[in-house]
């Protein structure tokens, strides 16, 4: 959790100074851009002077075309502005053409051809956006990150799941806003307009995770058995799986499972170094991971644990869930028939929590 929590205070801190820092600084470049008013000289006015077309020059690599368009002016100064698209689009740039540039704060912001206006790299308007982008999504995001934190720091004894509701949903709903979060500066005209459309793009989403959480949470109250169907296989199946617990047969690797015996093997072809599970192995409930299991972060998103017992001592079994019908119909094919259930004994909550 200690990981957690400073991966979301780096993203909050990111998201704080793109935020707080960039977008501030860009808007107010933008804005005083579009209050500058025309003058003769000075860095904050706009300065127009007339100036011919020399040449251009494509920018290659780019995913945006651009090109470079290499001007002199009447004074002799030569500059090389920036401007997006390319150089015969409409009005093309040609050599020896006559065109107007503007500078502002000692760049050229936009060039004037005989009937358009063509803004260079350099227009200030809209610069915020990329700094708005990633910083409302990194924000939302690292929210994510530090609700996970906080939740486990302070409530997680309220669940014995790994994956509880109270961290799969809030989750979700951080990782979904983040998509209308980096892309609302992108489709909006203003900063205040980006954050209304989060706003509004937020509601729908707080309700689908609000009934999802009912959803889920009425699903994960009582008892957390997972029904499954065994299935004997009819031949020897190789099983990823571990096995957990005070037995001289635990091991982290693979089980072999046939129609009548479970070996386990840390050969992944099951050929080699296989030991026998005695049959004392019984099993009693099929269940989902739980945070206190040893080990538990290796187990694997998807894999469930099977609770067993040897002569009175606690086994766990774990594997994929799609392998552990397989490992059931092994275990109880010795009195069991294929085609029915295996009839395992059902625990409650409150007995799975006993030490």
Known sequence: MRRAAVT??????????????????????????RAAVSCDS?????????????????VEG????????????????????????????PPAATNGTRVEVTYWRGEIR????????????ADPRGDYRPFASFGLAIG??????????YWWARHSRSSVRADPWQIGVPTTGA????????????????????????????????????????LVRRRQRGDDTIAMTPSVPTEE?????????????????????GPTSLWSTPDPTGKAFRRRIPTTLTPIRVR????????????????????????????????DRKNMPWLLGTLGSTSTRPEQPLPLRRRTRADAVKP
């Open 237 to 257: 199946r190789i099983l990823t799986a571990r096995i957990v617990g005070g037995v001289p047969y635990a091991t982290q690797g693979f089980l072999v499972a």
């Open 288 to 319: 989902p991971q739980y945070w206190r299991d040893p080990d538990q972060p290796n187990y694997g998103a998807k894999a469930v644990v099977l609770e067993c017992e040897d002569d009175g001592r606690p086994v766990l079994v774990v594997t």
């Open 140 to 149: 939302l995001f690292g929210a994510g990150i530090l609700w996970v934190w």
């Open 8 to 33: 979301g205070i780096l993203c909050a801190l990111v998201a704080a100074w793109l935020l707080l820092v960039n977008v501030r600084g860009a808007i107010d470049d933008e804005r005083a851009f």
């Open 110 to 121: 936009y060039v004037d051809f005989d009937s358009t206006r063509r803004y260079t790299t």
């Open 175 to 214: 990782v979904l806003l983040t998509l209308p979060g980096a892309g609302a500066p992108w489709v909006t005209d203003s900063f205040g307009s980006a954050l209304r459309l989060l706003g509004l793009c937020s509601l729908p989403i707080l309700a689908g995770c609000s009934v999802a959480a009912l």
């Open 42 to 58: 000075g860095d904050d006015c706009l300065r127009t002077t007339g100036a011919r077309i020399d040449r251009t020059e494509r």
């Open 62 to 89: 780019k995913k945006t075309a651009s090109y470079f368009l290499y001007v002199t002016e009447a004074d002799g100064t030569t500059s090389s502005p920036r401007l997006w698209g390319s150089p015969s689009d």
